[in-house]
């Protein structure tokens, strides 16, 4: 699924320096676009999760038909979708901004976006029926997909980058005092 993207431009020029980027000044060119990471999940998975809600259950491995967790076939399409979301991932992990050109306001608004985007993912990463995925691929000993899956993604390292940039900002945001007249 192709992730859907948010732009974070603050720019107040006029159409024609929007359309023509050399007539932009150089800090407007600096917007970063933070993709808005969906996970998919598969059919067999999202029914096992409905079939659990439903029935006011967790939802487990022993939901998904006893047959598909030996199934070469399932259990690849499985792991090729871990190995998408771990992608998918990074294209938000990986994002980089470089701080010495733009604006304060950009800044503050590529890490709050930042911030949403990780929230966003860390949210999906905790729910049902990605648990399910990953629990199904441990239960067939598919290590290898599970075990270094966080890792992989680079969120926890986002999160530490976003977590000291956030820190930053407010000492960099705060109104400073005229400079002193020495006359």
Known sequence: MRPHTHSLSLSSASSAARTDPRSRPPAVQQNVEIPDIVLSIHPTIASAVAQASASGTRASVDLVDPSLLSDSAFLNKLQSEVNSWVKEIQTVTKLSRDVASGTASQEVNFWLGMERALEGIEKQLKSDPVQLTLDVLKHAK??????????????????????????????????????????
Request: aromatic share 12%; net charge positive.
């Open 142 to 183: 598919r290590f290898h997909a599970t075990v270094s899956f966080i890792a992989d993604t680079g969120l926890n390292d986002a999160f530490k980058t976003g977590a000291s940039f956030a820190r930053s900002l407010p000492l960099a945001l705060e109104p400073r005092p005229p400079p002193r007249s020495w006359s």
